[in-house]
């Protein structure tokens, strides 16, 4: 399955992006562990990896529409939590043996993509025009960049 990281999906945030970026690579993972079968042990522990990323991610986020008084906030989080919901059930079918990680990951990978194009990005949009900043905006790029 191809999961790559796509320029487009940036929302402009570099912790944010550095997320998206990290979450992509766990799908990635994922998918490897698939595809050489590395067993349903190391699976399911990287299944885990995601939902635990995912959360702190998903928390990540609302701090940051939070900062920024983004008026969206509460759908959004309705959105992450449904989004999460949705995880635990795959999660919960593979453990049931219903569903297969290869029949179960194109699905994550569809709603990862779709919810950083379809919500996320208005994100983005909403802080182009925002006077309210984000705490610590330029903090985190400058950290990323003193270890390159």
Not at 20 to 36: E, G, Q, S, Y
Not at 72 to 82: K, N, P, T, V, Y
Not at 110 to 119: F, G, P, Y
Request: hydrophobic share 40%; glycine share 4%; aromatic share 8%.
């Amino acid at each position: 399955m191809q999961i790559a990281w796509k320029k487009e999906l940036e929302i402009g945030n570099e912790m944010i992006d550095t997320q998206h970026r990290m979450l992509v690579l766990l799908l990635k993972k994922l998918d490897l562990a698939i595809t050489n079968r590395m067993g349903e042990k190391v699976v399911m522990g990287i299944l885990l990896e995601i939902k635990k990323f995912t959360e702190f991610h998903f928390l990540s986020e609302e701090n940051l529409m939070s900062e920024l008084r983004y008026p969206g906030l509460a759908d959004h989080e309705r959105i992450h939590s449904e989004l999460l919901g949705q995880l635990n059930v795959f999660i919960a079918k593979i453990n049931r043996k219903q569903e297969t990680p290869e029949d179960i990951l194109p699905q994550i990978v569809t709603w990862v993509a779709n919810h950083v194009v379809s919500e996320d990005l208005k994100i983005a949009e909403y802080v182009k025009n925002s006077t309210y900043r984000p705490i610590a905006e330029d903090s985190y790029g400058l950290y990323l960049r003193h270890y390159e």
